[in-house]
């Protein structure tokens, strides 16, 4: 695929969700998002298995201001103002959260709740924020173009 077709795409915000990214994609969706003024950030949460080391990990990973709090509440204000790092739309790739899915998984819907609140937020503002996943989970759809 070539790298136009998904820029326009990842900078849809009526398109932005929640997928299942194959690691084949990574790298074009990392191009596409930085070729649209998207901030992409790739997060490993390899190992945690409870939502607050989840949280841990997000909150470095995104490099959220020293006031986020490592909970959900936190998250969602962080998720739904990137003062700091302003712009086009946002796109977050998640790897290894089969271990939170497995040990919790009402903490991994609760997750996913927040961030499906975030995506609502920001698409009625007309900005995309996508989550990307590397695993396959009920729910998660494979980015259209990218299967």
Known sequence: MSLRPLQTLLEDSGQAGIYHLPGSGRAAVRRAAEAGG?????????????????????????DFPEWYGNNLDALKDCLTDFSWCEAAGYVLIIS????????????????????GAAIAEWR????????????????????????
Request: aromatic share 10%; charged share 20%.
């Open 38 to 62: 998207l901030a992409c950030f790739e997060v490993n949460v390899a190992d945690a298995d409870r939502i607050d080391r989840v949280l841990a990990a997000l909150g470095r990973g995104l």
């Open 96 to 115: 290894h959260a089969e271990a939170l899915q497995t040990a919790d998984p009402a903490a991994f819907k609760a997750l996913n709740e927040v961030f």
């Open 124 to 147: 009625s503002q007309d900005f995309p924020l996508w989550v990307f996943y590397d695993l396959r989970s009920d729910g998660l759809a494979t980015l259209p173009t990218l299967a």
